[in-house]
């Protein structure tokens, strides 16, 4: 999980989760997950959640 020590594991499944939310195959209550990363020791998997959370923002419908 975002939690595990391993940071291997960390990153496969922040990979994975991206991945499936991006191609819209999960449910959006999942986007809240990628926060979970704020607090890790590693900087490539902050910044991979962040450049997920931008992106996920850009193609977010514009409110009217």
């Known amino acids: 999980?975002?939690?595990?020590p391993c940071y291997q594991?960390?990153?496969t499944f922040v990979n994975k989760?991206?991945?499936?939310?991006?191609?819209?195959?999960?449910?959006n209550a999942?986007?809240?997950i990628p926060?979970?990363?704020i607090h890790?020791?590693?900087?490539?998997v902050i910044s991979l959640n962040k450049?997920?959370?931008t992106?996920?923002?850009r193609s977010m419908p514009k409110r009217e």
């Not at 989760?17 to 999960?26: A, D, E, N, P, V």
Request: aromatic share 8%.
């Open 30 to 32: 999942y986007n809240v």
């Open 55 to 57: 992106h996920a923002l």
């Open 9 to 11: 594991v960390r990153m």
């Open 17 to 27: 989760l991206i991945g499936l939310l991006t191609s819209r195959r999960l449910p």
């Open 40 to 44: 890790d020791p590693e900087a490539d």
């Open 35 to 37: 926060f979970l990363s």
């Open 1 to 4: 999980t975002i939690q595990d």
């Open 51 to 53: 450049a997920y959370v």
